[in-house]
Structures are given as structure tokens and as C-alpha cells.
């Protein structure tokens, strides 16, 4: 049984600045999932590479952002999944 690792996007003002300007998408993730998961899990899912994974605790709540690498625009990903 595969578990789920990416929970939700999440999308604030400050949060799309962030993909059009540094390339970084924002994960809601399971708070079991080590970096190298989330790397893999979104590789797999939008077929893209991903440059480095940082995390971030809080409330309960794990946050990872995702910045890609520069021949994969994150805007491009966030249209696919009906973000922008």
C-alpha cells in the first residue's frame, strides 16, 4: 500500500511569489516523510527534477518547499495542477 506524501499545495500571495520568482513549490507533506521522500514523491508525480528540498514544523503540520531545477519552471507545474 503506498502512502501519501504530499498532502496538499498550498497557495497565499507570498506562496506564489515564491514559484514565479524562485522556482520553489509549497507542500503540505506527511510529518514521517524524510527530504529524500518528498524529493522522490514529486519527481515522480510532475516529472521534473528537483534542485533541494527544505522543511519546516510547524503546528503539528510539516511544510516542505520544493525548488526545482531552472529547465523546470515551477509555474508551469502549478497551471497543471490549477493553482495559477
Do not use: C, W
Request: proline share 1%.
Amino acid at each position: 500500500m503506498k502512502t501519501i506524501i504530499l498532502e496538499k499545495l498550498k497557495s497565499t500571495e507570498k506562496i506564489v511569489r515564491q514559484i514565479e520568482v524562485d522556482n520553489v513549490l509549497v507542500f503540505v507533506v506527511d510529518r514521517a516523510v524524510d527530504k529524500a521522500g518528498v524529493r522522490k514523491e514529486v519527481e515522480d508525480l510532475f516529472g521534473v527534477k528537483v534542485a533541494k528540498v527544505r522543511t519546516h514544523t510547524l503546528k503539528n503540520k510539516k511544510i516542505a518547499y520544493v525548488k526545482l531545477k531552472a529547465e523546470y519552471p515551477a509555474v508551469d507545474v502549478a497551471t497543471k495542477l490549477g493553482m495559477m
